[in-house]
């Protein structure tokens, strides 16, 4: 069964070569005009601009109109982005009280604060946000985190 599969998939590639190498040899020709002459000769047509070689001027609003689907005739008006949120400063945040800090991978320090409300002991690294919290910044003193959009100063010891 195996070997009439491949014989019949023998039988048709070389029956696709046979026609290949008989379009190669015998290549078709085009066909050519009747040699009876016509009642009158046809009037040539009107050669676009386009194909004359001049070019057409157009505003950009015209050329962006080939290009973008409109759904409305309203005429096209500049996108504004969208404003800037504003950036919220950090605030003092005594309810965090910083406990300590500990080398996870060489240069990437994670530090442990404690937070009074909650009882909860926060985790905040370099690598990125953990349980919604983030380091923004690092000095002696303080440490910056942010959790959502709020941004909290804590006080080293």
Do not use: H
Not at 21 to 28: D, R, T
Not at 36 to 52: K, R, S, V
Not at 79 to 88: C, G, H
């Amino acid at each position: 069964m195996k070997s009439a599969i491949l014989r019949g998939a023998q039988v048709v590639l070389a029956a696709g070569a046979v026609c290949l190498l008989a379009f190669v040899i015998f290549p078709w020709k085009a066909p050519t005009a009747s040699k009876a002459p016509t009642a009158a000769p046809a009037a040539p047509e009107a050669i676009p601009a386009i194909l004359q070689g001049k070019p057409e001027q157009a505003t950009p609003q015209a050329i962006l109109a080939l290009f973008v689907k409109r759904a409305s005739a309203a005429p096209l008006t500049v996108a504004r982005s969208a404003p800037e949120p504003e950036i919220k400063k950090p605030v003092d945040a005594p309810w965090l009280t910083f406990l300590g800090s500990y080398s996870g991978a060489p240069g990437k320090s994670s530090f442990l604060l404690k937070d009074a409300r909650s009882g909860r002991v926060i985790q905040v690294s370099q690598t990125g946000v953990s349980n919604g919290w983030s380091l923004v910044e690092i000095s002696d003193k303080r440490l910056v985190v942010r959790k959502a959009d709020d941004i909290y100063i804590v006080k080293k010891r």
